[in-house]
């Protein structure tokens, strides 16, 4: 965006947020990022009286007019700025906002923070624009029950459009701006997990430990629905699942993550507007477990980041520069995996294992797509010889799990029907996750754009087949989760039966919800969370900010 007479008005509160944080500024008005917080659901309780509507305000007050107007809406191009003020009263022609805060009264010289008498001031000089006598305004802090009157005088005035413009600058440039150092402002801030200051500061060379990453606000757990004869209604504040008509399951909305169909269950056109209005992704699964697509609702806002990463992905040496890093991940990842379950001590083994750390070489040495196709399969073909032996035998009544290397579309036996299940699952983790954060998951590096495929998803999941999939698939096999006689066959393919299908995306859950701890930062975190971790930081790579994007290698 170069032109900066097609840049909106700034508004009042996002000049707040700028002044705070230019990068947190940037983040949630150009970039459109948000998340909730106890602070920010606590401001939103706060603000509810305040919120309704009440008289407007009048034009051409008389003289003597007493003024009392909440949730005030003014915008001035000249200004370059809006605002939604909480409350503006007064008498004909002198008025002042008050802008209510949800904390208490900081004992500050200035009465306030910078950040929030930029904000007062910003509505003060709209009142101002739209013909009214505005000399002050007013703080309303409400834990404290206080009220903090300041003055709008030319340093604060300055301060306020100096802000707009550096403001309109930055959003023109369209370049974030880089993150605090070792802030104490970060660690309480909403969008922390977003904007990862501490990571970017630390694959930057800014030589600061990067510090725990504050979890998410959970959102819930995931909800699947396996039943062909299944469906899906809204009921108030709850999805509640019907069987011909009788309720076999319900979840509040609120407590929901995720809601996954498979097959032929169905889901009414109110349940899934609410899951869009949410951000609640709903994604469709084949009834053999096969990714169908999911919902997006609008989509995410940040237009930016979608373009970073299709400049890039025609970019050739970009392209094979992180195919490379992705594929040699997974080998290595698979080596560790073979390594640590291993059950067999042989020759073989060894040279296995041998074999795929100089796989790992290759990877990071080819010199196009194609050989690296060709040092993942070798690689494929060394590491799926010896899956089986990382299963522990069945004694009960000597029932085993052949295993006589990979097939898929259809899967013709029962490992395989569960490795390809799992990598389905996978592949829609990795879908979410990326729409979530603004990317494409259709606009891949290594796995070239077919139509229908998640090119993106298929790339990043790479590094995540050996630690999530594969360790799924061996869990089961190994608790006794899944047993032999678990499976329907026909027309040559092979799946689970709906009972051990239950019993095996509980053990999928169980995964992604497992904490390890990050090779590179070092701090506890679980596969699903990380999974955002990665495609934020990639985002951060593609926009330029850190010089290269890092992989995950388990210890």
Known sequence: MSDSLAIPPIPARMLNEFVYCPRLGHLMWVQGEFAESADTLDGRAKHRRVDKKSDPLPESPEETETIHARSVWLTSDALGITAKIDLVEGEGKLVVPVDYKRGKRPHVAAGAYDPERVQLCAQGLLLREHGFDCPEGVLYFVTSRERVRIAFDEALVALTMGAARDFRQVAGEGVIPPPLEDSPKCPRCSLVGICLPDEVGFLGHAGVEPRPLVPALESGLPLYVQ?????????????????????????????????????????????????????????????????????????????????????????????????????????????????????????????????????????????????????????????????????????????????????????????????????????????????????DPYRGFYHQPRFGRPALALDMMEPFRPLVADSVVIMAVNNGEVKPDDFLYAAGSCALKEGARKRFIAGFDRRMEQEVTHPIFGYRISYRRLFEVQARLLARFLAGEIPRFPNFLTR
């Open 227 to 439: 039943s062909s004869r299944a469906y899906v209604r809204k009921d108030g504040e709850t999805l509640v699942v019907e069987v011909e008509k009788s309720k076999v399951a319900e979840a509040r909305l609120g407590e929901t993550s995720q809601l996954v169909l498979f097959g032929a269950s169905g889901i009414s056109t109110p349940a899934l507007q609410e899951c869009m209005r949410r951000e609640i992704p709903v994604t469709f699964m084949s009834y053999g477990g096969w990714f169908i697509g999911h919902t997006v609702g609008t989509g995410h806002r940040n237009v930016e980041t979608r373009t970073n990463q299709y400049r890039g992905s025609f970019d050739p040496a970009l392209c094979l520069r992180l195919s490379r890093s992705l594929v040699a991940g997974k080998i290595a990842n698979c080596r560790t995996l073979l390594r640590r379950n291993c059950k067999r001590v042989d020759a073989s083994t060894d040279a296995a294992l041998y074999g795929l750390q100089g796989d790992v070489k290759h990877a990071m040495r080819a010199n196009e797509l194609a050989s690296l196709l060709g040092v993942e399969g070798s690689a494929a073909s060394r590491y799926f010889r010896l899956f089986d032996s990382m299963l522990n035998a069945d004694s009960e009544g000597g029932m085993t799990f052949d295993f006589n290397g990979r097939n898929r579309r259809p899967p013709r036996d029962p490992l395989n029907a569960m490795l390809s299940f799992a990598y389905a699952m996978l592949v829609r983790e990795w879908t979410v996750t990326l729409s979530a954060v603004g990317l």
